[in-house]
């Protein structure tokens, strides 16, 4: 598990006016929901978006004024114009207590599919998972060597340590598909042998 240490400030103020000024100092508002009360507190905007703008799951160990807690994101808000970040809810992480987030998913291998000329298509780029707090997994890494032209690779087929996954099952992750001019050489070589 990649994790990151960040300084926070707690805020006093919360609403509309107190978030927009926190902006306006290169700081992101964010709330933290957990145990006991949620807090309320900001994060200078480069420091944070180095755990959020990364294709691996990060936990982060914030210190609030002094006060340390590990937490993850739950969820997050861009500006529709900017797509810069507006706000973040943290999700605070105890320890032996389970905890619902999404993590990513990457491909290894060059699959039997692909070398046929087929294409690999990923569906889904992340997985929703319940684990406890400290076993949640970095990411998840399917190989796809075995895949051949026209097969997937569904949710049941990835091995689970230590978590649960909550997507449906039958959900495919990834597929090799066959382009259009390979299909009509399949059949063009088809309609030959009859």
């Known amino acids: 598990m990649e994790t990151l ?18 902006r306006r100092e290169d700081m992101v508002p964010c709330v933290m929901y957990g ?6 507190f900001a994060v200078d ?23 340390k807690s590990k937490a993850i994101v739950k969820e997050l808000q861009f500006s529709p114009t900017t797509d810069r970040i507006m706000h973040i ?3 605070q992480l105890v320890p032996g207590k389970k905890v619902k987030t999404e993590v990513p998913l990457i491909t290894k291998g060059f699959s039997k599919g692909q070398q046929a000329g087929g294409k690999l298509e990923v569906k889904q780029r992340k997985i929703k998972i319940k684990a406890d707090a ?14 051949e032209l026209g097969k997937s690779l569904r949710i049941r ?3 689970t340590d230590g978590y649960e996954i909550l997507n449906p099952t039958s ?7 066959i382009p259009r ?4 050489q399949q059949a063009a070589a088809a309609a030959g042998k009859k």
Do not use: H
């Open 5 to 22: 240490k960040i300084e926070a400030k707690k805020r006093e103020q919360v609403g509309k006016k107190s978030c927009k000024a926190t």
């Open 35 to 40: 145990s006991g009360e949620n807090v309320s």
């Open 45 to 67: 905007y480069v420091s944070v978006s180095k755990g959020i703008y990364t294709d691996t799951f990060v936990v982060f160990e914030l210190n609030i004024d002094g006060s």
């Open 89 to 91: 809810d943290f999700q």
């Open 134 to 147: 400290d076993k949640i997994p970095t990411s998840i890494t399917i190989d796809v060597t075995p895949l």
């Open 157 to 159: 087929d990835i091995i």
């Open 171 to 177: 959900l495919p992750i990834v597929s090799i598909t």
């Open 181 to 184: 001019a390979l299909r009509s």
